[in-house]
Each structure stands twice: as C-alpha cells, then as structure tokens.
C-alpha cells in the first residue's frame, strides 16, 4: 500500500507509458491515411464516437467501483483480524491461563497470520502482478513473502514437528486454527480455564474462521471474466475509432487559422486522440492493477506490516518485546 502522498508525475507516466504508445500509434494511422494518402472515406461521424465514449464511461467507471470495493473489503477483512487479534491476546493474558499456555496460544496465532499472508500472496492465473509494467514497478518496494520461505518465517513461532506437519496439511490455516482449537480444549480439560473462558477462546477461533473465509472469497473469485473482457473489448474498440471520429472537426478549424498551422491542423489530432485514449486506458489499467488486493501489487494490502503490528502488540501484552524489523517505506510502499 501506498503510504505517502502520492505517487509522482514520472512514476505513474512510466509505468503506463506502454498505453500511451499504443494511443500515439492509434492516432497516426488514420491522420496520415487521411491526410498524405487522400482516404477522405475514412472519417466517421463524431456523435457516434461521442455515443461510444459514453458508454465506455459507463463502463469503466462500474469496472472500478467494483474492483475499489473489493480492496476495500479486503482492507476491512485484515481490520477485523487486527482487532480480533487483540481480543485473543488480552482473553489470552487475563483469563486463568498460565504464562506458557498464553505464550503458546499467541505464538501459534502469530504463526497462522504468517500462513494466512503466505495462502494470500500465492498467485493465481488471473492476476495481473506478472503483467510487465507490474513486474518493472517492483523495483520500488518489497514483498517479504516472496523473500523468505514459509517454513523460515514459521521457526519464529513453532517447534519444528509443528512446522512439519503444518508444511504437509491440506490447508495450513485450517491445521493451525485447528491446532489452536484442540490446545484450548485440552487447557479446558486439565482446569486452566473455565467453561466461559473456553467459550469465549473458541468464540475468538470461530471468528477468524470467518475472516479467513471472507479473504479466501476475494482471493479465489476473481472479478467476474465476463465484466472483464466486455471492457477491453469496449475500451479498445473507443480508442481505435476515436480519431476517425475527429479528422473532419480538426479540419474544420483550417478555414479560422493562417499561417504554418493552416491546411495542417489535422495533425493535431494524434496529440489529442492519444491524450483522451490514453486517459481511458490508464484508468482501465487503474482498476485491473486494484481488482486483487493480496496479489503483490503496490496498492495491495500490507499485510506483512499488519502481522508484524499485530505480534509487537501481543508479545508487549505478555511483557515481551519483539525482536520483529520495522522495514522502511521504500518510496512510500509497503506490503
């Protein structure tokens, strides 16, 4: 996630510079067809490109509603976590437990968040973090999970028979949560704690049950393939028409200028065609670049930085410092 103002001028140009190309070359076909090749049957009536622009807004504009709403979902879902963290270490610490069977409880929660960012970051076919802009943009920021191997970041909180049978589970979230459930079922069973306080733990489970559940839903469903491809195929299909809709208008304006420009103000059109095709397919690329929040993108959801929060708040709750880095904002990124 972008944590600074904004990103500049230069960084958003270069990373959709291959877009801007495409509209220049767009844009200089059809004006040097009509213009040194005399194809004046190329033009085409501008309100049908008017009507086709509005659309294609239409169009766009829901694609990104849509796209925003799920990193806002996924946003929300890694809030509730961060909270439900909290709960769990304070019923952790207060509830009649001993220090050990505490530390091992918010240890093994610590481990399952680490499963859960490493489940979220695998990718998947229809992500775009492997697209070339994407991959060029990666030299600005970091992303730990795809630095450090799981087995690695789970040593910090596991014995290694742990880590191993967590390794060869099925689901790893799944055995870890259900390996937190039997522990404090068998605290329940030799009296460290009492009914209520096994409801509320398990209360505490369930709940993050739910959160895994919700994150899952936004990592394996992607948007939907066929709202996807009806806004290339509009989007593209605008930029193509979009200058043989204004040659005529740009050579209207010959009859009210002189001089050099007089006969030649066609030419402004692959200008102004690439700057309004370019805007659309930057702002398709916008919400194709937003649609996967755990995907590894710079706007994803900081996942790894909510983990590390989350530990140094629970280990100071058992009296513990964390001994978790802090990595800097490198250019205002962090994941």
Known sequence: MHLGKSYTLFEFTLWSRRQLYASLACGSLPVVLYQLLGLKWLSI??????????????????????????????QQIWTDILNGSRCLGVMSRDFPLGRAAARELILRHCAWLTALRYQLRSPRIWENAGKVANVEYRKYYRIPEWETPLEQALARYLPQSEIDSVLHAESRTNRLLGTQAATIKRLLDVGEVSNASYLELLGSIRG??????????????????????????????????????????????????????????????IPFSAMISWMYLVLEQVGESTENPFEGNPNDVPMAQICRKIERELMDMLGEKSDVVEPTAEHGIVL
Not at 48 to 70: D, E, H, K, M, P
Not at 216 to 225: F, L, N, Q, S, T
Request: charged share 15%; proline share 4%.
């Open 45 to 74: 009536p501008v309100s049908v490109v008017v009507l086709l622009g509005t659309a294609t807004s239409f169009i766009v504009g829901f694609r990104n509603v849509q796209t925003y709403g799920r990193a806002v979902e996924a």
């Open 208 to 269: 993050f049950f739910a959160q895994q559940g919700r994150a899952e839903r936004v990592k394996d469903y992607p948007y939907p393939r066929q709202y996807e491809v009806i806004n290339k195929i509009f989007v593209r299909t605008f930029c193509l028409l979009l200058p043989f809709g204004i040659l005529t208008e740009f050579e209207k304006l010959n009859a009210s200028v002189s001089g050099f420009m007089h006969g030649n103000m066609i030419w402004l059109v």
